[in-house]
Every structure is written in C-alpha cells, then in structure tokens.
C-alpha cells in the first residue's frame, strides 16, 4: 500500500469520524398526555332553578392561564377549567395547540355569566373576545353551553377542594 492509500484512508476515516461527531442526536421528544386534575366544583345556577354541577380545574398563575387546556386530547363531559384572574376586564382567549373544541363562559366579579364564544376551533389562534368586562372564564367542551342551556345572566358559584 502506498502512501497515496495511506493519505486517502486516513481521510476518510478522519472525515467519518468528525460527521460521527457533528451528526445531530435524534432523540425523539414525546409530548405527555396532560391529566385532568380536580382542584375544586363549580356549581352553574339556571333561571329556571336548576343547576349544572362539575369538576373544576382552576387556572389562577400565570403559567397556568398561558397554558390551559393546551397539549389535552380529552375532557370529561362533567369537567372544566375555571380561570380566575384578579377584576374584571375585557378577556380574549385563543385555541393554539389546544386540541380540543371547547365553549368558553365569560363571568364577571358578581359571577354572572356575562357572554360565550361556543364551539372554538382547535388550534384557531383566532380571537375569541369576551364582548363585557369579565373576572372569570370557563372552559367546557363544545356544544355544552346549548346542551345544557346555559344563558346569559345565570350564575356560578365554586368551591376549592383542600
């Protein structure tokens, strides 16, 4: 073997080993599935004096209004997010990477429910506006608001479990 063979094996094996070094590690990253955590129950009072009573998840910190129900593929028909900020104002909220349609109840400080934005689009990044000054918002699967006939002007309260 020549030294012209030499040079060219030691080039290749010089160049194999630093694309060896310089590959990317491709780890697959794999999203968990974000569980559902009971953290108290809202109670919604209907003019015609009936209830609708269901598990709340409560969003009340900054990272958990940011995130809500983002990274979720399911929800309990009797389950919802409350979240709760510190007046009322003007809310808008948006569906990105939330995979779930959701209606969303917009409730002020008296907890009246003051408007809706039914049937939200999974990852619509779209505004979806509170129309009235709003304290509190409840995230719900789609087609509950008409399901259960919820309205303008019937109430909620909640409870925070210990």
């Known amino acids: 073997m020549g030294f012209k063979s030499i040079n060219r094996i030691l080039i290749l094996l010089f160049t194999i080993v ?3 070094s310089c ?20 109670t919604i009072f209907k003019s015609d004096s ?3 009573v269901i598990d709340i998840e409560i969003a009340d910190t ?5 995130t809500g129900l983002m990274y979720r593929n399911t929800m309990q028909t ?22 779930i349609p959701l209606d969303l109840i917009f ?13 939200a689009k999974p990852f619509d990044e779209s505004s979806l506006p509170s129309n009235a000054p709003a304290k509190y918002v409840l995230e719900i699967n789609t087609g509950l608001v ?3 006939d919820i309205s303008v ?9 210990l």
Do not use: C, H
């Not at 590690?25 to 009971?38: A, H, M, Y």
């Not at 900054?62 to 940011?66: A, L, T, V, Y």
């Not at 009797?78 to 995979?99: A, E, I």
């Not at 409730?107 to 049937?119: A, C, M």
């Open 18 to 20: 630093i694309l060896a």
């Open 50 to 52: 009936t209830q609708v």
């Open 153 to 161: 002007k019937d109430s909620i309260s909640y409870i925070i479990s």
């Open 23 to 42: 590959k990317e590690d491709k780890k697959v990253i794999k999203q968990t599935e974000v569980s559902f955590k009971k953290e108290g129950e809202l």
């Open 78 to 99: 009797k389950q919802g997010m409350l979240f709760v900020f510190d007046d009322d104002q003007p809310r808008s909220f948006y569906m990105k990477n939330t995979r």
């Open 146 to 148: 008409d399901s259960w």
């Open 107 to 119: 409730i002020n400080s008296n907890k009246k429910i003051v408007s809706f934005q039914k049937n």
């Open 62 to 66: 900054d990272f958990d209004i940011q």
